[in-house]
């Protein structure tokens, strides 16, 4: 039974450049959340996905956006990159439900230059 | 403001011995408590959660406790196993708010052979 997977694992992007990560929930999940995990932090959550739609968002920019297909899968793309990004990113996914909790994939390392 | 607040970053203990990590938080609208537990380089792998209807939740060597009055939930691990050594993160949730998960800092704990 597969987990929660996450690509690219790592990613190099420059001020002003556009990026595209990518999650596949764990099997019977339909609830996806993004996390962004600075170095020494815990996750700050940036928004969740639930029937194609954005049920919640953290306080993130709008440079931060997001989309869930039908296969439950979904990608954080974040334009207008800034130093500030580098970060790990979490995707965690969990089923629809109160009290359900969230498993997470390994994360994509971003990295700014 | 830091809602949920992991006040020791490190914690060492004797393989064997008990392991006990805490947490405060301050939303009393927070009802559903999770720990996480990561390793370098993998994504934070649930633990253990408790719901604030409850007191207490044991899973194997595992056990939280939950002191509402306090706003205050504790891990204890026992006995302790050099594997156990991670980073323990601490998050809540609260039923308005839905499934977004609000993280402490994490405590690293060592448990020395």
């Known amino acids: 039974d597969a987990g929660v997977t996450q690509s690219p694992t790592h990613l190099i992007k420059t001020r002003g450049q556009q990026v595209t990560l990518r999650c596949s929930p764990k099997?019977?999940?339909?609830?996806v959340s993004w996390y962004q995990q600075a170095l020494g932090q815990g996750p700050q959550f940036i928004f969740q996905?639930?029937?194609?739609?954005?049920?919640q968002r953290g306080n993130f920019p709008d440079r931060f956006s997001g989309h869930q297909f039908p296969n439950y899968s979904s990608e954080l793309n974040v334009n207008a990159l800034l130093l500030g990004d580098s970060a790990l990113y979490l995707c965690?996914?969990?089923?629809?439900?109160?009290?359900?909790?969230?498993?997470f994939g390994d994360g994509t390392r971003l990295s700014i230059l | 403001d830091q809602q949920v607040k992991q006040n020791s970053p490190s914690l060492s203990v004797q393989e064997g011995r008990i392991s006990i990590l805490n947490c405060d938080y301050t939303?009393?609208?927070?009802?559903?408590f999770l720990w996480y537990k990561k390793y370098p380089a993998e994504g934070p792998t649930f633990l253990i959660s408790?719901?604030?209807?409850?007191d207490k939740n044991e899973d194997g060597r595992f056990t939280v406790f939950l002191n509402k009055s306090a706003k205050h939930l504790s891990l204890h691990i026992v006995p302790s196993q050099p594997g156990d050594s991670a980073v323990y993160f601490c998050?809540?949730?609260?039923?308005?708010?839905?499934?977004?998960?609000?993280f402490g800092k994490g405590t690293k704990l060592t448990v020395n052979p």
């Open positions: 965690a996914s969990s089923r629809a439900g109160y009290n359900q909790p969230q498993h």
């Open positions: 099997s019977g999940h339909d609830t």
């Open positions: 996905y639930y029937e194609e739609e954005e049920r």
């Open positions: 939303n009393s609208m927070f009802d559903y």
């Open positions: 408790i719901s604030s209807i409850k």
């Open positions: 998050a809540a949730s609260a039923l308005v708010g839905s499934e977004k998960l609000v």
